[in-house]
């Protein structure tokens, strides 16, 4: 008769295991208990400093795409065949551009909200290549060609002044004032600075408003949002980075 031998765990190994695997339990039930005691524990200066951090990256990637990025410029004559008032000069260099594919990058400028108004300061305009839901409309996030103007007020905060350039020209209007709409960034925005590299003096300037030299206003190089909340002051600064004058090719 032949006898099997059956090779098994010592009762010293189970309880080594057993041993180990309470150690790990235990303490991945600490660190869920501790991660959700400190989310209890939230205050409103913390949600209050990562609100001032989500507006600033927001910012920052906005702009940077920006100056960054190209688009055709055919698509900026959209339906220009419909409209009435364009000449036919003004078509045929739309099909001209259309059927070139020409690109080109705006970037950051400096421009009026409202093109017919001479008092008004300029402000940052720049270009969204695609709808950010942060600007609370019900466009879908595919929606392109969202021309934009950064906008402070004391009273109201930090805000995007926006217009659909590309679908929403669809829509019968008697303005363009009529295709504007303004989405608040940031209640909590008290102040903005405007930062600029002086070359003669070699040294930083910053300013309250948009600077002027020589009946232009340049692009800053930087600027400084302060965030105010129940007496709690943060700062943050977004960069303003020259726009591309060529198309990358990769």
Do not use: C
Not at 36 to 60: K, N, Y
Not at 113 to 121: F, G, P
């Amino acid at each position: 008769m032949i006898s099997m031998k059956m090779r098994a765990f010592t009762l010293l190994e189970v309880l080594l295991a057993i041993a180990v695997a309470g150690i790990l339990i235990a303490a991945s039930s600490y660190m869920v208990v501790s991660l959700s005691t400190i989310w209890t524990l939230r205050t409103d200066e913390d949600s209050f400093e990562e609100h001032a951090d989500g507006v600033a990256v927001f910012l920052q990637k906005s702009l940077d795409e920006a100056s960054s990025r190209f688009q055709p410029t055919w698509k900026e004559q959209k339906d220009s065949d419909t409209d009435t008032d364009t000449s036919a000069e003004k078509v045929s260099e739309a099909d001209s551009a259309k059927s070139s594919g020409l690109w080109k990058n705006e970037g950051v400028s400096m421009a009026r909200i409202d093109d017919t108004s001479t008092s008004e300061i300029p402000t940052l305009h720049f270009h969204f290549f695609q709808f950010p839901p942060a600007l609370g409309e019900t466009n879908p996030p595919t929606t392109i060609g969202v021309e934009a103007w950064l906008k402070f007020d004391e009273k109201h905060g930090l805000a995007i002044v926006w217009k659909d350039i590309w679908s929403i020209q669809e829509t019968s209007t008697s303005s363009d004032k009529d295709l504007l709409r303004t989405s608040v960034i940031s209640p909590f925005a008290t102040k903005i600075l405007y930062i600029y590299w002086n070359g003669d003096t070699k040294r930083w300037e910053q300013y309250d408003a948009p600077h002027e030299e020589s009946n232009t206003y340049a692009v800053p190089t930087f600027i400084r949002l302060t965030f105010t909340m129940n007496g709690q002051e943060t700062a943050r600064t977004i960069r303003i980075q020259a726009s591309a004058r060529k198309m990358p090719l990769f």
